[in-house]
């Protein structure tokens, strides 16, 4: 009896094509996009991809340097017209705000609350999406905006030059956060939102390099008031990303990612920071 044929067997499926990499965006792109969800500058958004994001989020620390010299020119506006240093810190205080529509402050607010309830990260991150502001909301921003314009009525009572340069280089280390914070390898906690946009586009480099020249602008903006500016002002950037890192790695643990709001919460802590540490190296 004759052996039948063994039956051939069946291809393998074909393999589906790889998805295709979102295409680099051009700095132009990159700009519309930090100005587009980070300020309300009226800038037209062309793309809103991966691309766009990562030159975006690199550049982050450029929004900031406009916020911050919006700020100073505020500050040193009611100055000029007689205001004592404690307006004119209320006023650059106020200004970031106005130029982010309370983004920032509202991301700090909802972030602590999360932290403070101590519930699960599905539970904290739900009360994060609520509109509402909690007790832990409202203490934080209390405390953190007092500490601002205390930091900035003390730099503007030292010289106008001291204050403006507090308020520049302060914004530009909230911004610069928020590079490190979009850097790869740090997740997002929802699928959704502003966070799951950004999360992880930014290579480790391009984030360390953005923080190199943020260090050196400070610092050379700070020699024009001697030794001590310097001092205050890479001290400001570097102290304000170490305690942001900090509060990033603890939301990581806390929330499992990062959103929108733990990028305010970012923002805002590095800018306090940057503040408080320009008036004690001053």
Known sequence: MSTPPPTPSPDPPPEKP????????????????????????????????????????????????????????????LLVLGASPLLAAVASAAVPAVLTRGLHLDGLADTADGLGSGKP????????????????????????????????SQAYGDSWARGALAAVVAAGVGRLVLTFAARSGVPAARPEGLGAAV????????????????????????????????????????????????VLRHCVRRFGGVTGDVFGALEETAVTVALVAFCLFA
């Open 18 to 77: 790889a998805a295709p990499a979102d295409p680099a965006a051009s700095w132009s792109d990159g700009l519309r996009f930090t100005f587009g969800t980070l300020t309300v500058f009226p800038v037209a958004v062309r793309r809103w991809d991966r691309g766009a994001a990562r030159a975006g989020m690199t550049l982050a620390p450029v929004a900031g340097l406009a916020v911050g010299l919006l700020a100073a020119a505020t500050g040193l506006l």
């Open 199 to 246: 999360a992880g586009v930014v290579p480790v480099r391009g984030a360390l390099l953005a923080g190199a020249g943020v260090t050196v602008l400070a610092g050379g903006a700070g020699a024009l008031l001697g030794g001590s500016g310097v001092l205050s002002s890479v001290l400001a950037v570097l102290l304000g990303c170490v305690c942001a890192e900090g």
């Open 121 to 152: 990260a599905e539970d904290a991150l739900r009360i994060m999406k609520q509109s509402d502001i909690g007790p832990f909301g409202v203490i934080t921003l209390l405390f953190v905006l007092l500490g601002q314009v205390a930091a900035l």
